[in-house]
């Protein structure tokens, strides 16, 4: 069974710094892109950061020059180093990535892990 296996959420308090994780396990033949989302109490899902196969990245306003995404392929897994932490970045942080399986490809999330910023 192919699934992602997130890590890293807790509490902070402003300034401080938080290292999430996402692992991908199963039958997995190849990963494609690889992002994290976010979604606060009230609000959408939004994008915080991509990372395609090839090392290129996309990043949310929001997060530009505080949040780093990468990626280890050997390891199946995405980081998102998270830096100068704001009380606006609350929210459940989700792992998702486009896998090539067995079955075909798809796209696969996380279970979400919660980030609190307290001010």
Request: glycine share 12%; net charge neutral; hydrophobic share 35%.
């Given at each position: 069974?192919?699934?992602?296996?997130?890590?890293?959420?807790?509490?902070?308090?402003?300034?401080?710094?938080?290292?999430?994780?996402?692992?991908?396990?199963?039958?997995?033949?190849?990963?494609?892109?690889?992002?994290?989302?976010?979604?606060?109490?009230?609000?959408?899902?939004?994008?915080?950061?991509?990372?395609?196969?090839?090392?290129?990245?996309?990043?949310?306003?929001?997060?530009?020059?505080?949040?780093?995404?990468?990626?280890?392929?050997?390891?199946?897994?995405?980081?998102?180093?998270?830096?100068?932490?704001?009380?606006?970045?609350?929210?459940?942080?989700?792992?998702?990535?486009?896998?090539?399986?067995?079955?075909?490809?798809?796209?696969?999330?996380?279970?979400g892990t919660q980030v609190t910023v307290s001010s």
């Amino acid at each position: 069974q192919v699934q992602l296996v997130e890590s890293g959420g807790g509490l902070v308090q402003a300034g401080g710094s938080l290292r999430l994780s996402c692992a991908a396990s199963g039958s997995i033949f190849s990963i494609n892109a690889m992002g994290w989302y976010r979604q606060a109490p009230g609000k959408q899902r939004e994008l915080v950061a991509a990372i395609t196969s090839g090392g290129s990245t996309n990043y949310a306003d929001s997060v530009k020059g505080r949040f780093t995404i990468s990626r280890d392929n050997a390891k199946n897994t995405v980081y998102l180093q998270m830096n100068s932490l704001k009380p606006e970045d609350t929210a459940v942080y989700y792992c998702n990535a486009e896998l090539q399986v067995v079955a075909g490809s798809g796209d696969y999330w996380g279970q979400g892990t919660q980030v609190t910023v307290s001010s």
